[in-house]
């Protein structure tokens, strides 16, 4: 299977659920949710995106957020799911599915479509 | 790497952090769109705590990491709180206020001293009004004044001539026939607009320094180890702008009394 950087338009338009995903599994910070997206394949989100993103989230009260201090490094800004945000997660994920679903269908059938028309011209030729 | 959760330390203001002093364009640029835009101070200090934070993890510069300064400014203010302070827009209202009194003030002492009474014609109100709307309009301007710095002098001298053309135009029409006597003896008129310059200045010393306590560019970072004077002369260094046309009102009336 063919793979490599997704269009970032793609990516924009379900970053957030991506990044809602990532802060089920628990507390984190945008540094971290930045490494767990690039593991998963997502890119170099740079912080000029994320956290535009994250104040969103925080507006809208879908997360609560606390700083803290360690270890090393001047301090983290860590960001805990609400259950509003949860709700949207769960929501998120069934929009998605089916809308992927939608798409992959008309894919489909568009690409059966394509290909029974280019073996036409070429057996008509 | 062991965190503590909710650590609350003194709050450091953001210049005292080594980071931003390293960045110190950048950050300079980014505090400044939201100053403009009357984010609150300890708001803009988490802003540019996020931006320390990640930029330390990754060890890329906030150019590389966030971009423009003023678009970022722009676009994490877009999708946060609309919580906003008065400050600049506040304190241009009130300096512009002060600069009228002054003027007006100042023209009453000299008519006291030579005892006529004050006249102003429509070409000098005229004048005062550009000079009040040139004083309104600056916290319109500062944002590409401060974005491209050469723009600064050509500003100041257009400012320079408005207030002179405001002058000369005064003045020169001063003698006119249609000059209206306002019905106030000029002693109450200067010892009146004095009052209100010191009123408005006491107000304008409030707006810098009443909240300052609250509305500090604070990190919320863990502080470095240096000593936080930046507070401590915050209410100083508000004392000298808003002392300045007092002063000059005052000099003003003792030099056409001692001249006049």
Same mark, same amino acid.
């Given at each position: 299977m063919p793979t490599g950087p997704q269009p970032s338009e793609w990516l924009r338009g379900v970053l957030?659920?991506?990044v809602l995903r990532v802060m089920a599994d628990g507390p984190t910070y945008g540094y971290a949710?930045?490494?767990?997206?690039a593991d998963a394949g997502f890119g170099d989100i740079k912080g000029g995106t994320l956290y535009p993103l994250l104040a969103r989230l925080e507006k809208n009260e879908l997360v609560v957020v606390d700083w803290r201090t360690g270890d090393t490094g001047p301090g983290r800004k860590y960001f805990t799911l609400t259950d509003a945000g949860r709700a949207e997660l769960e929501h998120g994920i069934t929009r998605w599915e089916a809308f992927s679903a939608r798409v992959g269908v008309h894919l489909a059938a568009g690409g059966d479509a394509f290909v029974h028309s280019t073996h036409s011209s070429r057996s008509s030729a | 790497m062991s965190e503590s959760p909710g650590v609350q330390a003194a709050p450091q203001e953001v210049w005292e952090r080594p980071f931003v002093r390293a960045h110190q364009a950048w950050c300079s640029a980014f505090v400044l769109e939201l100053r403009l835009r009357d984010v609150p101070g300890p708001v803009i200090g988490e802003r540019l705590g996020e931006v320390?934070?990640?930029c330390t993890e990754t060890g890329e510069p906030p150019s590389a990491a966030f971009g423009d300064p003023i678009d970022y400014a722009r676009e994490i203010d877009a999708e946060s709180s609309p919580e906003r302070v008065s400050g600049v827009w506040t304190i241009? $209202? /009130?300096g512009a206020g002060q600069v009228l009194a002054m003027l007006v003030g100042t023209d $009453?002492? !000299?008519? &006291?001293?030579s005892g006529e009474p004050l006249t102003y014609n429509l070409v000098q109100l005229g004048c005062l009004a550009v000079v009040a709307a040139a004083l309104l309009c600056l916290p319109r301007v500062l944002r590409p004044l401060f974005a491209r710095p050469w723009v600064l002098?050509? $500003?100041l001298f257009a400012l320079f001539a408005v207030v002179t053309a405001a002058g000369v135009g005064a003045a020169a029409a001063s003698g006119t026939s249609s000059a209206i006597v306002v019905p106030v003896p000029p002693a109450v008129i200067a010892i009146g607009l004095f009052v209100v310059v010191l009123a408005l200045s &006491? /107000?304008?010393y409030r707006e810098l320094t009443g909240d300052s306590a609250d509305d500090l560019v604070t990190s919320p970072l863990a502080p470095e180890p240096r000593a936080n004077t930046a507070a401590? !002369?915050?209410? &100083?260094?508000?004392l000298v702008p808003v002392l300045m046309i007092p002063t000059y009102y005052l000099a003003m009336g003792i030099v056409s009394w001692v001249f006049g």
């Open positions: 957030e659920l991506c949710i930045a490494g767990r997206l | 320390e934070g990640h241009a $209202a /009130l $009453a002492i !000299r008519n &006291w001293v002098g050509t $500003a &006491w /107000l304008e401590q !002369r915050s209410g &100083w260094s508000a």
